[in-house]
């Protein structure tokens, strides 16, 4: 995604106010087609694995809502979440779906209904400052015996210092990561793959899905 656009100039707080139409021709598609998306087996695993008590809970830069469509219970969502928007001037909260139909219909930038400002989604953009599930994860965090960094090539700060804060990490990425040499345990494979096999050794297979 990246390689084709400019993060500051396309999906950052600047960018929306400056050129909000263009903000959201960029990525509201992108946004949109988190909906129609359904959990994998990893997203299934790590739910079951909070519901037996071995996960405290989970620690997400994502923001397409997976893992509480999964079953887990205790999420932080670090970098905000697609379930609602907010008018940048009046603070009026609505789903985000208002936003997309909005767009749909040609009205673009969604506006809102009371004072007719910018809306903007309630996810965490370039600029922004983090989002209250950051700090609240990062208390989680203290005393934190063993960290699963799953699915994060742990590049994109300042998320990726959050394994500091745990006394054990195991990572498991397809590719290498900063932290490999300093991880208990290194697995490069899908994650899905690696959480069918944990949870067949559990007894607990992934089967039905």
């Given at each position: 995604m990246w390689t084709k656009y400019d993060p500051i100039k396309t999906a950052s707080l600047s960018a929306l106010k400056q050129d909000p139409a263009t903000f959201y021709k960029i990525n509201l598609s992108r946004w949109a087609a988190f909906s129609g998306v359904e959990p994998n087996d990893a997203h299934r695993a790590i739910a079951r694995l909070e519901e037996l008590g071995y996960l405290v809970g989970v620690i997400t830069q994502n923001i397409d809502g997976l893992h509480q469509r999964a079953g887990s219970k205790r999420v932080w969502e670090i970098h905000g979440h697609l379930r609602t928007c907010h008018c940048m001037s009046c603070e009026?909260?609505?789903?985000?779906?208002?936003?997309?139909?909005?767009?749909?219909?040609?009205?673009?930038?969604?506006l809102c209904g009371i004072c007719k400002g910018t809306l903007r989604p309630d996810v965490v953009l370039f600029e922004d400052r983090m989002s209250e599930d950051f700090f609240k994860a990062t208390k989680a965090l203290s005393g934190c015996q063993l960290l699963l960094v799953v699915g994060s090539s742990l590049q994109v700060y300042p998320a990726a210092g959050l394994p500091q804060f745990a006394r054990r990490v195991v990572i498991i990425n397809?590719?290498?990561?900063?932290?490999?040499?300093?991880a208990e345990l290194v697995?490069?494979?899908?994650?899905?793959?690696?959480?069918?096999?944990?949870?067949?050794e559990l007894g607990e297979p992934l089967t039905g899905q």
């Open positions: 009026q909260s609505y789903p985000f779906s208002y936003l997309v139909e909005q767009f749909e219909k040609g009205q673009n930038p969604p397809r590719e290498p990561t900063p932290l490999d040499e300093q697995i490069h494979n899908s994650a899905g793959q690696v959480f069918r096999d944990l949870m067949a």
